[in-house]
Nanobody, 120 residues
Framework: QVQFVESGGGLVQPGGSLRLSCTASESLSSLYVMGWYRQAPGKQREHVASITSFGITDYADSVKGRFTISRDSAKNTIGLQMSSLQPEDTALYFC??????????????WGQGTQVTVSS
């Protein structure tokens, strides 16, 4: 099973920016769709952003215009540039892969995630 390691989380003030990174245990060439997910305390995990091997992106309405997902196949990593962060963005962020944009089942195991906290 493919595994992922997330990093880059931290404490940031409202309106601030943060960049997350995720490294996969295998080549991204075998992972058609990579995505970021987040889970806030007491809530279910939700989709944040995805990117295909062709560069097609998909964002949750709540983050459109503020977050940008990227893919670097040479480094087996994906990134998430987050701007204009709000308290509602506070959550544990995870990355994973799936077979298509309209598929829901993850291809890899869930990692430890990286915590993002937005607070004054």
């Amino acid at each position: 099973q493919v595994q992922f390691v997330e990093s880059g989380g931290g404490l940031v003030q409202p309106g601030g920016s943060l960049r997350l990174s995720c490294t996969a245990s295998e080549s991204l060439s075998s992972l058609y769709v990579m995505g970021w997910y987040r889970q806030a305390p007491g809530k279910q995990r939700e989709h944040v952003a995805s990117i295909t091997s062709f560069g097609i992106t998909d964002y949750a309405d709540s983050v459109k215009g503020r977050f940008t997902i990227s893919r670097d196949s040479a480094k087996n990593t994906i990134g998430l540039q987050m701007s204009s962060l709000q308290p509602e963005d506070t959550a544990l962020y995870f990355c994973n892969a799936r077979s298509g944009l309209r598929s829901s089942a993850p291809l890899g195991s869930w990692g430890q995630g990286t915590q993002v906290t937005v607070s004054s």
